[in-house]
């Protein structure tokens, strides 16, 4: 009686770390995208639902073209990496970030192109991938219509315009806005080929890396990023684009003069 | 002929079930003056559970036949409205004015002949330029109830600071801010003023094409316009009609002011759109819904005014 147990039970421990690998776990959100977006981006690194990551978005879609979306995964300790996702849009992943120096936190605006998962995934030092989100319902149309300033013909006019704000935070992190001037086109439009930008990086005023990401076109025409570095909100912090063009961008981010209260939450 | 089989199926569904029935607007008229009438919306956003029914609609009987201020969300609500107010007029319709673009006020307009329906230029042109995206919101958005609806431009542009029906004039306003034109229309013999959207009462503002420095300045028009009551464009009626002006540019002032100071303190779009919502607005439906709207309306823009230029031109 006793040994078949225990036979079963070494069977286990050596099948489950396979197997957990494989198969990643069944989706809450049933969406028909999620095994094959599992298997592309997490590999064979263990995955699992964590509510612990906060993903936040208003309760509509007003504007298919700007989805507003906060990763917030501030409750847990290890963060070396952040996923956007979007299940369903032609591009799916929006953003990857890395907060080298900075809280694993990200604010920005996404195309959403139907009803659509959108998830934050974090990955952990250990290697764990800890995922969450929701449905958002949109109406269709956000990743294949063409640009505002595309429709308007003045995106080249603004091409560079950074702008931008740092605001000292009660803990000793900096709140770092920025918003930049970018068609971001998706590839998807007849006859406008694919241009965004594709790398942002943010360093400290001794060139120490506080974080940096790959962006997708999925990100809104006119990116606006919200990061919560660890550095003084004075430190001169400094930031580097670059889009598929190979274009440079680069700012000097100003302390916020505006706000008397720090900005932070 | 139309009539009878209407009422036999009306009769049909009534024994039959539920399903039915559920695909049929309720009109049900309120008089609210000498010879006016509302028909109250949902407040409520526009969703299949209200068939987009949500603009109050009011309608006036004239000596020269029957007015309706507002003609609703789709064809078929267009056709059982014009109904219930003929039979309840005793007259034909005559005319139809649309206060503006936004289609849960005028979609219906294609249950009508585009002569008698009146519209300011204005929003006749950005029907033309936006109305048929948001027919194709409304379809994705309320499905079977827009069968058969197209996107039907009004055949009259108001050009007239007054319209003479039999003797009951009416005095079409020409305004703006809610949207690029917003006609309001002061029915002369009762004082009532239909306010349209430039006018919310206990129903949160929206601001999907606002231009709030043209907004409030409406309001102070409508403000000193001497009148009765007030219809507004959603909500309950007004009954002094001046309160509901008020709320309107209260919300409007605070929701600026707001998101306003949500930039400076270095806020994103989500963070805004949770701000708390003063206690003073506690009675407005669909407070919350319509502020996180109106973040995705206003947010980039005042992004774009408040926050520094800090690119750097890149060395030669």
């Known amino acids: 009686m006793r040994r078949p147990t225990r036979l079963w039970v070494v069977l286990m421990l050596m099948l489950a770390p396979a197997s957990a690998a494989a198969i990643p776990p069944a989706d809450p959100l049933g969406s028909p995208m999620w095994s094959a977006h599992a298997r592309t981006l997490f590999g064979d690194d263990p995955v699992r639902f964590d509510p612990r990551v906060i993903v936040s978005f208003p309760m509509i879609a007003e504007n298919q073209r700007a989805f507003p979306v906060v990763i917030d995964a501030r409750g847990i300790v290890g963060v070396r990496r952040m996923i956007l996702l979007a299940d369903l849009n032609p591009i799916p992943v929006a953003i990857d970030y890395r907060p080298a120096h900075a809280a694993p936190y990200i604010a920005t605006r996404i195309k959403l192109d139907q009803r659509t998962p959108v998830r934050g995934a974090v990955q952990l030092d250990s290697g764990q991938w800890l995922v969450s989100g929701g449905w958002v319902d949109a109406a269709g149309g956000g990743c294949s219509a063409p640009p505002v300033s595309r429709v308007k013909g003045d995106w080249a006019d603004h091409l560079g315009e950074i702008r931008g704000e740092v605001w000292p935070m009660a803990n000793g992190q900096s709140r770092v806005r920025l918003s930049f001037r970018h068609p971001m086109d998706t590839g998807l439009v007849e006859n406008i080929a694919t241009y965004h930008l594709e790398a942002l990086s943010v360093v400290d005023g001794a060139d120490r890396l506080l974080g940096d990401m790959d962006i997708w076109a999925s990100v809104s025409e006119d990116p606006a990023i919200t990061l919560l570095v660890d550095s003084a909100a004075d430190a001169a912090l400094r930031v580097a684009a670059r889009d598929t063009n190979g274009r440079d961008y680069r700012a000097a981010l100003t302390l916020a003069r505006q706000s008397p209260i720090p900005g932070g939450r | ?316």
């Open chain 2, 1 to 316: 002929m139309i009539l009878s089989r209407r009422a036999m199926l009306g009769g049909m569904a009534s024994l039959a079930a539920a399903p039915a029935r559920a695909a049929d607007y309720v009109i049900t008229p309120v008089a609210i003056g000498d010879g006016i009438w509302m028909v109250r919306g949902a407040d409520e956003p526009i969703e299949s559970r209200n068939g987009g029914a949500i603009a109050n609609i009011a309608i006036i009987a004239t000596p020269a036949g029957t007015v309706l201020w507002e003609c609703g969300p789709s064809l078929r609500y267009a056709r059982a409205l014009r109904q219930v107010a003929e039979q309840l007029t005793g007259a034909r319709i005559v005319r139809v004015y649309v206060s503006h673009l936004h289609p849960d006020h005028g979609m219906g307009l294609a249950a009508f002949d585009p002569a008698i329906v009146a519209a300011l230029p204005g929003t006749i042109a950005a029907l033309v330029a936006q109305g048929q995206g948001y027919a194709d919101g409304m379809y994705r958005l309320l499905g079977d109830w827009m069968r058969g609806t197209d996107l039907i431009l009004p055949g009259r542009a108001i050009m007239t600071a007054q319209e003479d029906f039999g003797g009951r004039a009416l005095r079409p306003l020409a305004l703006s801010g809610h949207s690029s034109a917003d006609l309001a229309l002061l029915d002369e013999r009762t004082g009532m003023l239909l306010g349209g959207d430039l006018v919310f009462n206990d129903r949160a503002p929206s601001t999907p094409t606002a231009v709030l420095p043209a907004w409030r300045a409406s309001l102070d028009q409508l403000q000193v316009l001497p009148h009765g009551a007030l219809l507004p464009g959603h909500g309950p009626i007004d009954p002094a009609g001046i309160a509901a002006i008020a709320q309107t540019g209260d919300w409007l002032n605070w929701l600026e002011g707001a998101l306003t100071q949500a930039v400076r303190d270095g806020l994103d779009m989500v963070e805004a759109g949770n701000l708390p919502i003063p206690d003073r607005f506690a009675r407005m439906a669909v407070a919350r819904y319509e502020m996180q709207r109106s973040v995705s309306h206003l947010y980039p823009g005042l992004e774009a005014s408040l926050l520094p230029r800090i690119d750097i031109k890149s060395a030669p």
